[in-house]
Nanobody
């Protein structure tokens, strides 16, 4: 069983940056595909970015390409989401997830989420 804990959310002005972290415990972090998702009020949870177990491949939603960067440090059991040039439309609860397969990962474990609010 893998436990995931997100941190780094907060309130930021449009154009600003945040870095989210996802700390994993209870499993072999280095074998999992890691993903970041977000859910805004009244909307479905959508994938933001994903990274293969070895960091060799990444995937981004079109809406964040060129602004967000996903990375991981398997030695620290942590995944990251660097978010730059934030827009009010990025406001959401952000979740990290751990799963299997690449491409088309299937996510088995989820964190509790961290709120990101971007003011205009």
């Amino acid at each position: 069983q893998v436990q995931l804990v997100e941190s780094g959310g907060g309130l930021v002005q449009a154009g600003g940056s945040l870095r989210l972290s996802c700390a994993a415990s209870g499993g072999t972090f280095g074998i999992y595909t890691m993903g970041w998702f977000r859910q805004a009020p009244g909307k479905e949870r959508d994938v933001v970015a994903a990274i293969r177990w070895n960091g060799g491949s990444t995937h981004y939603a079109d809406s964040v390409k060129g602004r967000f960067t996903i990375s991981r440090d398997n030695a620290k059991n942590t995944a990251y989401l660097q978010m730059n040039t934030l827009e009010p439309e990025d406001t959401a609860v952000y979740y990290c997830a751990a799963g299997r397969n690449w491409p088309r990962p299937i996510y088995d474990y989820w964190g509790q989420g961290t709120q990101v609010t971007v003011s205009s």
